[in-house]
């Protein structure tokens, strides 16, 4: 039997393995730390990164539809929410539709159902330089709402309220920063990386690996279920009475008398 710490951490990582995205994003921290340890060389590890990165395509069956649906839904622009951030969101969309709309037509070439070199070649093109794109969206994004929610937080304490209010009114403004800073910071990474796979950057393969593993780590931390709070102290070893085994009473034992030399 494991404690209930253990047993937590095994629910949160099958929780984790149970989504898509958490096997796709796993598969590519793998995929990139062998492009890390290639270093561009021939060898086993390169052979590991070719064979993951081809099995990871299963897993983006029918995303372009996934990512194109909320423009299918609501093309148009909704009055009293503000225009960039609408914009940015449709063209993310847009852009990641097309990322793997064009990932697919690699995938097809690698199943041996597309055999023009130059049209495989033009649809990776496209489909890296969307993800790049995509990720600009989120960097501007991410970006724009930070500086929005940083401006108030900085204010000081509004007239009339109270000291518990204003701390938790900026503690929450603190904590939601904070979870955009880290969605910002994995899109810069992303960005960077995109433009190490297209070569726009003389980077080596090692960087571009580094990059990766940076990148897949983050988005895997980002999948991974919240882990419940470990209680400390005596109500962490507290034991359930009802489930002890019930003991018969010990029989009583003999008295010996003392012997009086």
């Given at each position: 039997m494991v404690d209930a710490h253990t047993a937590d951490t095994l629910k949160a990582i099958n929780t984790f393995l149970g989504k898509t995205d958490g096997?796709?994003?796993?598969?590519a921290t793998i995929q990139y730390a062998c492009m890390f340890i290639a270093a561009g060389q021939p060898g086993n590890s390169r052979k590991i990164m070719a064979s993951v990165a081809a099995a990871r395509k299963v897993f983006r069956v029918l995303r372009p539809l996934e990512n194109v649906t909320p423009l299918l839904l609501q093309p148009k622009l909704v009055q009293g929410q503000p225009?960039?951030?609408q914009v940015l969101n449709k063209l993310k969309s847009?852009?990641?539709a097309l990322y793997f709309g064009a990932d697919h037509v690699v995938w097809a070439s690698q199943a041996g159902l597309i055999t023009d070199k130059t049209k495989v070649?033009?649809?990776?093109?496209l489909s890296l330089y969307s993800w790049?794109?995509?990720s600009l969206c989120t960097v501007a994004g991410e970006l724009t709402e930070i500086l929005r929610m940083a401006l108030p937080a900085i204010i000081v304490q509004e007239q009339g309220e109270d000291d518990g209010k204003y701390m938790a009114r900026q503690q929450a403004a603190v904590d939601e920063i904070n979870k955009r800073g880290l969605v910002l910071f994995h899109a810069s990474i992303?960005?960077?990386?995109a433009l190490g796979l297209l070569g726009l950057r003389p980077w080596k393969p090692r960087t571009v690996g580094a990059l990766g593993v940076i990148a897949s780590a983050i988005n895997c931390y980002m999948l991974f279920p919240p882990m419940p709070k470990q209680i400390k102290g005596p109500a962490a070893t507290k034991v359930d009475s009802k489930a002890l085994p019930v003991l018969p009473p010990a029989s009583?034992?003999?008295?010996?008398?003392?012997?009086?030399?």
């Open positions: 096997r796709d994003k796993l598969c225009l960039h951030s847009l852009l990641n070649e033009r649809a990776q093109k790049l794109g995509a992303q960005a960077f990386l009583p034992q003999p008295k010996i008398a003392a012997k009086v030399s």
